[in-house]
């Protein structure tokens, strides 16, 4: 098969006979017209990872020249980050068979929720959540096809579950709820009808309202228990901490009202040391929520920077996260300890409860309990000065640590989180 050069052109390639030929086109490197005895195709030819790679454009007739060239430049492009697009493309094929034959056969609960995951957009800690309820609460229900999930079977795995804990009763019905209203729709014949009932089972439990009622926790960690939970925390000892890592979670927990995950994977490009200002992003809309820190809190930053040997506030040399990950022990061992029962979502009611009892008005303490959403938020047009927030972050300072921040400086405890 012969190959030449030259300028690529709708009358140069209708004129082109039947002869078996490859026509490079001169302007647009790498593409070109394969002419054989039968049909005329535009292709695309580049090197991928030092190989060169042919890849299929489109027939001359079905495609105009135009058209071809647009898709070139989008496939070389492609190449020259080292894709090979004839990979993509038979990805996208395998994806495409798997799911017509997916939708040829009603799924198991373990087909329909791998095909839930692969299709839906959630974030990693629901993702975590419903697995779990998939591989544990439901694990035997995992190679029974959907339709065969009958409203006994509901009842009884909802009765059988709520002896454990009625809130994971509720959460294990609430996952299958979803993954059967999912396969419902996407599920579904050569006619586009559903394989399954549009009745989901679950809905059995509405019926006979056996949903479990649970209540919203509403616990935290009440001023007058302070004292003793703040010198519970301080006299903690750490068994392998020389940072003092966990206490400083805790401390930092409660003087900012940050969810346990976003506290837990801070990052120092969050930290503001020069501006004394701290950065999470919102577990649940994804906004980003920064605060001025408090006095006490902006030395122990610096303090803990000056210590750092890798991109985390609080590192954890056992996580495969490199971050420290629900300590619950030491929660547990801080319970004991001061005879305080507490949960780490209590420190941001506590955080929350002690903000909206301060003198400021509401937007004040709006800023400080929750990141502003420009787009949701009706208060954005009123700003609250940096001044005004760093103020009221160190008078909840003031009634977190109380009385016992005297002893602490007497001691020189506070002192030695001084970093100059």
């Known amino acids: 098969m ?13 004129q082109l006979e039947m002869t078996p030929a490859i026509y490079r086109d001169s302007d647009l490197i790498g593409f070109a017209i394969r002419v054989n005895t039968t049909c005329k195709t535009y292709i695309v030819e580049k090197k991928v990872l030092g190989r060169t790679v042919r890849s299929t454009i489109g027939l001359h007739g079905n495609l105009t020249l135009a058209q071809a060239r647009h898709i070139a430049r989008d496939k070389l492009a492609l190449m020259a980050q080292g ?27 373990k087909q329909a929720f791998d095909h839930y995951l692969l299709y839906k957009r959630l974030k990693p800690r629901t993702i975590k959540d419903y697995t779990m309820v998939v591989d544990n609460y439901l694990k035997d229900w995992n190679d029974i096809t959907l339709d065969k999930i009958s409203r006994f079977m509901i009842q009884a795995k909802h009765s059988e579950l709520s002896q454990r804990s009625l809130a994971q009763a509720n959460m294990a019905m609430r996952v299958f709820r979803a993954i059967y209203n999912y396969s419902v729709e996407h599920y579904r ?26 209540r919203s926790r509403k616990t935290y960690i009440h001023q007058d228990q302070l004292p003793n939970w703040i010198k519970a925390v301080f006299e903690y000892k750490d068994r392998g901490q020389q940072q003092e890592t966990n206490r400083d979670f805790l401390l930092t ?7 346990r995950e976003e506290c837990e994977s801070l990052p120092w490009t969050s930290i503001d040391l020069k501006h004394g200002r701290i950065t999470s992003t919102d577990s649940k809309n994804g906004v980003p929520h920064s605060l001025p820190m408090g006095d006490f809190l902006f030395t122990l930053m610096k303090k803990r920077y000056a210590q750092a040997k890798n991109e985390w506030v609080f590192p954890s040399a056992k996580a495969t996260s490199g971050h420290i990950m629900n300590i619950s022990k030491v929660r547990q061992k801080i319970n004991k300890s001061c005879g305080i029962e507490f949960s780490f979502h209590d420190l941001r009611r506590t955080f929350g409860a002690i903000a909206e009892n301060l003198d400021y008005g509401q937007y004040t303490i709006k800023r400080l309990l929750s990141p502003i959403d420009d787009h949701r ?9 940096e001044r005004k927030l760093r103020e009221a972050m160190n008078a909840i300072e003031e009634i977190v640590l109380g009385a016992y921040k005297t002893s602490l400086e007497e001691e020189g405890i506070l002192s030695c989180l001084d970093v100059k």
């Not at 549009?198 to 019926?207: H, K, R, S, V």
């Open 2 to 14: 012969s190959s030449q050069r030259v300028k690529l052109t709708k009358t140069f390639i209708d």
């Open 83 to 109: 894709i090979n697009p004839n990979e993509v493309k038979r990805k996208i094929i395998a994806e495409e068979k798997l799911k017509s034959d997916l939708l040829k056969i009603k799924p198991t609960l």
């Open 189 to 214: 014949d050569e006619n586009n009808e559903s394989i399954l009932d549009q009745d989901n089972p679950i809905n059995t439990l509405n019926a006979k309202k056996a949903w479990n009622k649970i």
């Open 253 to 259: 927990l409660i003087l900012t009202g940050f969810r």
């Open 377 to 385: 938020d009706l208060t954005v047009g009123y700003q609250v000065s």
